[in-house]
């Protein structure tokens, strides 16, 4: 029987932790749960940094960007002895079960704690969208949204001077961003961590063809697990005589204010990872996959790669046309 429940962010800060965090603690309180508030992630649970949260605790938080709990990367948790002093000091505050909300990493540390036997369960939080047990990550919509204003006034510019712009967006090792905002703001080719490239063929040769049939300025979308942006740039220009710039979009995807999207399948998540613990489930990650949420193993969670999507990088080219 569980009953307090510890809850913390970890790793990468997302828009709509927030929402995840409330749905955790309204949703626990109501099924007459504790619910513990652990800030700055493992960081914070292994230091004590650790509040009860109460209905009041979550006003005014669901509209806001980032994690009111904070969030880090930590390094003494990659150790046994990190978790071993972790799951003492959750013992301590009474915890029988935490809540993870985080990327991969944050649940390969989810995992190590469930190992050492404490209860937990994940859910998935980062604007990378790259856990492959989830359709959807809290996060990436708001992102996505705003790499996509972003892009569409750097196409404003490189319109005026009929130039080749590259933007660089966010994914870590991933290209779902960079696919994704690709579609969204009609770039002229995109480039991903998934797929091996060629400048000639899969730069170069587009944005000849592009010329070709009439077009004055071009959006290259690169996905920041590829690198190489100021290459790829003077590669354009000596090629090309274009003139090329490079924009990197940097921290700017991580804030702001959540979607409605974003905010609405966080505190669906949040609500079912309270509800699975409840039930007694242990070990286990939220998912949301055709349209329904709901959870599998961690482990299984874990040896899972998404892969990117085959048939969007396929409509992106025909798109540019
Ligand atoms: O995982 C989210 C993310 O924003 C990645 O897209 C990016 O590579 C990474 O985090 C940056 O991490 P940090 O905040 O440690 O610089």
Redesign the pocket.
Known sequence: MIKTVGVLTS??D?PGMNAAIRAVVRTGIAMDLRVMGIYQGYQGLINGEIKELTLRSVSDTLQRGGTFLQSA?CKAFMTEKGVKSAIEVAKVFGMDAIVVIG?DGSFRGARELSRMGMTVVGIPG???NDIDCTDYTIGYDTAMNTAMEAIDKIRDTASSHQRCSIVEV???GAGH?ALSVSIANGAEAVIVPEKEYSIDEDIVKPIFECRNRGKNHYIIILA??VGKADEIASAIHQKTGIDARVSILG?I??GGSPTARDRIEASRMGAHAVEILAKGCDSRIVALKDGMITDIPIEEALQMKKEISKSDLALTKVLSL
């Open positions: 790793g990468g997302a990367r990327g980062t604007i990378d966010m994914g870590r961003i920041e697990g921290y995807q991580r």
